[in-house]
């Protein structure tokens, strides 16, 4: 695209430059003798002068045919329908129309374009009151079980959501294939144990690095329990029965947002420390750390 | 809570009481390599719980030794040297290492049925190389042990197999002779002279694949 | 495990056992609880002259590792730390020949030890071969292992109780390994550098 | 090949063989010759002279019709077998007339002939005679010889052979030792990390002779070896104590139901108590589990004395009780029942309040026990000492605190244990309860429950939805709930905890708080979506009436418009109110006090809606047509 507009400009001053150099042949014809020829041999000078434009001229043609020819066609004939009297319009009035023409021709262009995003955004947020659906075009894809999942999908979910994270280590262990438990490291701030059930989170510990991998004992800090409870609460809160891999997702992008747990101050209190803990809640749109005082 | 004591005055006050446990009790023999698997074999018939099969080790020990010129003429030996034993798994991941203390065997009367000696025994942290040469240590000797180890109530028993180290690397051992050494051992704390006993019972039972016996470091120095 | 700062602590005319009530008053009004009593303990061994050159070996005790004996090697340039079972005390008298003790340089810092959420707070008065020599006051902050990620939370902490005294930079040992991973040792490192500097300094916190 | 059918046979062809396609290959039918010949050859003269004879009789006066029908239809298959006879008959016939002509002796006299005489030489004849009698008599012999020997045969591998195998399969399956004359056995758990003093030895010795009398010895015939199998050749003798069956009973009950499960009788139940015939492994393996049985109620007992409870646990006889809730005992009761105390013996109350689980779990703890016993790690590197765990010899090095060091010496007796899971039984029993009933009380918000896959025995959660049907996806709140051993949390979508009792009312009031509150939720947030305006909600609402349980919650919601305002009021306790006002107040009615009508705009009274006589199918259906309605008219 780029290119084109490049190339049709570097024909459009070619021409330029063609109709100057004809221009001044013309001129240079129209003028006839003039004094700065001299007297001696005056036609014979006069001749090459014209001879010296007609070249450049000539030249100039060649550089406009080199670069029409370079120009790619448009592809079938360009249609402006019958805006092209438009063109041809004598009366001063109406000549303003074409940029008026123009201006509507946006303005309905983005009005299509707003509309498409408009549209997008609808159907994602739906007025719909309820998740069943009853037609039936649309059943079967309801009625895929987020508890009964292929172990490769949830393998699969897993290590994507891995590659999201550099700083979290994740390390499946899986005892039961289809509902895996993982370890999931942040940094070196706290190590949660999750269990799935296919694709929902079922239950989770966080606990200090140190502590066993066990799921069952919880941490023996304040700090980690208390997350634990908040973890519970997002998963109640990202739970989705209809994108359960949605759900996974940004519960883990809310988990990683627990890497700065010990170093990030309360965003309302601007406080590391309220009743001697650091911030352990996270909101769940904007991830901000809060006091669970302060939220 | 009580108050927390010295921890040197709780360790001299659980010396007193003896419930270290710092005196080795100890009986060695050897096999020839192609007999070890009878040995084996009565081993697990013999040992407790062996179902899963005899428990293997793979080891590495750098014994380690402080020595000072003894200026004082009046002292019997000419040296006084102070040696330690460094001992790490190479099968087994984060496992301590072991620091080991072996004092002299004890002289005691000839009718005692086994080696009695003090053995200080500790697990430590990885640092223990550094320190050692740093505290003035010198590596005397290292050697590889790999084998079986079984045990019968307090007893150990370790058929293992001594390699030399060649060279720097690890794989380029080579054994260094045609037999595995055979230990049984009781670490107890001293005074208790009953086990020496239970241990020669069970050193019969071996008989004749292995002849585990006391053997005397000082006659087979002199021998060498 | 957490990491633990250690900082000496003064009060303008206040005897030690005043400035330790003043100290347990104020973090008990801030909702700790006690818990029992701790110690730590440090003894120096020096080797005998016919090893060369002289190196130190500093045995101590931490009565939050029961079972552990720590020790720091210092041959003048470098310092080994080691960590074993309780037994190294008995290795150590095993090679009184090799390292002599200095009995008069027994240094121990003592006290109460509270628990405040998920902070450790010490109150420890330090003696060197029994004389008082001034207060030490540990803070262990325990789910964390990094200083860096924790060293603002632990000084917003220490401020809060210790007021304006409060260390405002981290304790020199640590400065350099704020990025790695905190271990007991650590914490060791800071009670033999304050040790030594009570030892060298005999008396100024005594008024 | 196809199935023939064959006319002459009634039964089918026979079978030559199968092949492995299954195609049967049937023998050719027999042509009629042949199955002549064949009934033929069954015919035995010998036997049926006599009744043919008699058929000879009542035949005769036939034969004549019958013959000729025989002669006609010579296809009869009696036909040669009927002439033989006849032809035979009239032989006899000839001879009778013979005999009586002769017995007259005036016509026919019969004179002997003589006969040539064989030349019998008496010494060849003995020789003969003696040598066929001998060789009968070594035929006899070497018969007998062998019924002989394979009387002794069978007499000695009854006994001596038989034993020596069972012995062996013994060997195979339990320690056996000999002590002088005797084999003693051991059944108990020793071995495997037990250290329960009672000895579990038996002795086995070799099955009484008269028991082998008894199995009919004289019977050759293979019939009766069937009957004489099951009795070994080897006898294992138990001690009494620990013969029987045994089982420990686990049972949760509540105080009052105590007294009325006394008195129930009812054995039979109980596995066959031992018979005398019981194959020594049966024996062996019930004696070995009345063993193991009564060592865990010992163990069990002694921690009972032992524990420190608030309420004391009691160890009466063979039963402790060890109160788990107020008004709820856990009953560890160890049921022993022998063949001679059958009759006296307590009868296990009820079977069904009998918690499998638990007695499963129990049995697993003390195996866990013993486990431990023997399982010791072994030391890395090998000169390190024996019996400190990994977890242990890394305490030093790694420098464990205070806290981890003791959890590490931190061990659970067998009744805590047990205690706890049955603690965490009843919870999670009673907090199923409640969630079900509500489910059943409530049926406007949907309220679902799912129990965790995973659990541990001390442990459980469940996740709560409150839900409208048709309006899922416009609210939903969530619930978890952790079921511990004596105390419940239940975590909110926002983050609240809330931590309750073992009372299970506690949870059934915070679910209807929680109704309430979803209920107000929803309606917000149905108003939202009909574009309406929340204009304020208060989920404790001080005003009206005082609620029993937590407080009314209520919203106000207006018109697009701005001109109608709806009020919800939802109380925990009773249903919800709604009430509708409009504003400008349709009905103004100038008064002494307002005089003026522009007063109107202020909004009128609110007037109660019937939503029982609405139509919807719940509260947010009705809503949402309320909503509508109001929408459209304005």
Redesign the interface.
Known sequence: MERDIEQLNAALNAIKVLRSNVRSVFESVSNGLRADHGDEGKETKFIYELQELLTTVNNNLRDVENAVANLTPQAGPFSLGNTTYLSQETTQERQALYGQLVNSYKWTDKIREYSAVAGNILAANSFNKTYKTYSTAKRRKTTTSNHNVAPEVIENLISSIDRLFPDVTFTPNRPLVPNPIIQVSLG???KAIIAFKGLMIEWVVVK???ESNDLWTESR????KRITENCHAAMCHFHSPLMPELAVRSFMHWFHSYITL??A?CKRCG???N????PTWRDFRSLEPYHEECK | ????????DS?SAA?KCNI?P?QEYLLQGSVLDQYVEVLLHRLRGLCDNVDSGPESFHDHEICFS?R??N?AASTPMPM?I?SLRVRRALDVSDTPYQ?R?I?QQELGDKNRPTVVRSS??????S??L??LT???CRIEFEYIARGYMFRKGRMKITVSKIFKMGGNKPESVEPISQSYLVELSVLAPSGQDAIGEDMRIFAEQLRPLVQLEKIDYKRLGNIM | ?GVTILTQFALENKTGPQTVEVLSKRICA??AVQ?????V?C?TYT??P???HQ?T?HVL?N?????????L?D?GTKI????????????MM??S??YTSKKQTKA?SKGLRYE????YVKLGTVTVSSNYKGILVEVEY?????P???W??LK??LQ?FLGLTAPTNPPTYLQNRMQE?Y???DTIHQYLEHFTMFRKSPGIYRN | MSVNISVEAPIENQIQEITYDGTEIYQPPLTLSESLAKYAQKIDFSKTELEIKKEELNEDSKSDTDSKEAFQSSLWPWDSVRNKLRNALQEVCVLADVLAIAKDKRYLVLDPVQQETLETKPMVQIYARKKALAGAASVLLAGSEKMKNSQTEAARSRTTLDFHIELLRLRQNWRLKKVSNTIIGDLSYRTTGSKYLQTGTFEVTKAEDEEKTNSPPSSPLPGSTASAKPTSALRVSIPSELQGVAYIEVLCQKDQEDLCTANLTLLGSGAPPTNPDMHWQQKLEAAQNVLFCKELFNQLAKEAVQLQAPVPHMVVGNQIMATVLPGIQLIIALRHSTSSDKKQQNPPPSKSDHDHVLEHSLHQLLREVHHKNTHHPFPHPATGPLGPSKKRML????????YE?LEMTKTQTLLEQIVQQAQHFIMRMRTEYVLDTIAKEVKDPLITSHWNTLNSPTQSCVKIHISTHGYDAVCRTPLIIHVGEKSLKCICRDGKVMNMSYEPQELRDLIFCHINQHQILAVQALAKTMGWQALGNSNHLGTGTVEPLGNASSCLLSSPTGDRIIAVRCEPSTDTQVSVAHSPRQDFFPSRLVTERKWEHLGGQFRDVRLDKMEGRNFLHKMELLMASLTSSS
């Open positions: 070196r701030v706290l200090a690095h140190a800090y304040r700090v980690f010990f170093s101050p406080n590391h420390l009743s001697n803990l650091p | 809570m009580s108050l927390p004591g010295n921890a040197m360790l010396l270290i710092n402080l000072i010129p200026t006084s102070f620091l203390y004092g200080i025994d500790m697990a430590c942290s640092t223990i550094e320190f740093e505290l003035g | 495990m801030l909702g818990q029992g009593h701790f110690l303990d003894e080797s005998v016919q090893l060369g190196r070996v005790h009565s939050e590792q029961p079972a552990t004996v720590f020790s090697l041959n080994t730390a080691l960590a074993t079972d309780g037994l190294f005390d008995l290795l095993k090679m020949q090799f121990e405040i959420g998920d902070f325990r789910p964390c292992v990094v860096a990620m924790c603002d939370l917003e902490f809060g991973v271990t007991p040792i | 305490a030093g090095p790694m420098a464990a605190d205070r060091l």
